[in-house]
């Protein structure tokens, strides 16, 4: 009997302590999420709607550059100058250009359509970037702005008027040359033609 009395009684105790220390470890597993990871899945699907919704505003997908250097400058016939400041590759293998677009003319700007490219996949996107390419020389290559599973551009979006003096960020995401490659013309429609280094 004793012997029978003593395994209910051991059941019991671990069933208390179990009962006790499940709500607990529950807990430390959800006790080291301080929203850092929803945070990181909301910045991502900002980030995409950014691309699929561009902002009317005129800066819609921008990317902020990084303006301590300038790798090339374009200026337009129109008081237009295009600064690039970044041409950089990351592990991805992609390769992201990025810049500021100033209107240096005393007349609003309005960007031209041509530099929204020819696709009609990229036309409901509003002005963009989407007609900038990359070309290769020494690969005899030429690398078009990516578009993501929807068809849109992965670039600036919803480009809207730029006022006389006002300045606007711009990006471009494309794929990565390879390795070999340190060097590329920029191309934008209406726009003359720049090689820079890349990053």
């Known amino acids: ?21 499940l709500p607990f470890s529950l807990t430390a597993c959800g006790s080291g999420d301080d929203g850092s990871d929803k945070k990181g ?8 709607r950014s691309s699929e ?25 129109n008081g ?6 970044s041409a950089a590759r990351d592990s ?5 250009l990025s810049g500021v677009v100033k209107n240096t003319s005393g ?5 031209p359509v041509q530099w929204n490219g020819e ?10 970037f989407a007609g900038v390419t990359l070309v290769d020389k020494a690969g005899k290559k030429r690398y078009y702005v990516l578009r993501d599973t929807d068809g849109f551009p992965l670039t600036t979006t919803g480009l809207s008027a730029i ?6 960020d711009f990006f471009a995401q494309f794929p990565s040359p390879p390795e070999e490659t340190k060097e590329v013309d920029v191309q934008i429609p209406l726009m003359p033609t720049v090689t820079i280094a890349i990053s």
Not at 56 to 73: H, I, N, Q, R, Y
Not at 92 to 96: K, P, V
């Open 92 to 96: 991805g293998g992609f390769l992201t």
């Open 53 to 77: 919704k561009p902002d009317e505003s005129g800066d819609g997908g921008t990317m902020v550059p990084d303006s301590s250097k300038t790798l090339a400058t374009v200026n337009g016939s």
């Open 80 to 85: 237009v100058q295009i600064v690039i400041n």
């Open 1 to 21: 009997m004793s012997t029978r009395h003593g395994a209910k009684t051991r059941r019991r105790v671990a069933a208390v302590l179990v009962a006790a220390v």
């Open 107 to 111: 007349n609003r700007f309005v960007p």
């Open 41 to 48: 899945a909301d910045t991502a699907t900002t980030s995409s």
């Open 119 to 128: 696709e009609s996949a990229v036309k409901r996107t509003g002005r963009s």
């Open 163 to 168: 006022e006389a003096g006002q300045a606007v």
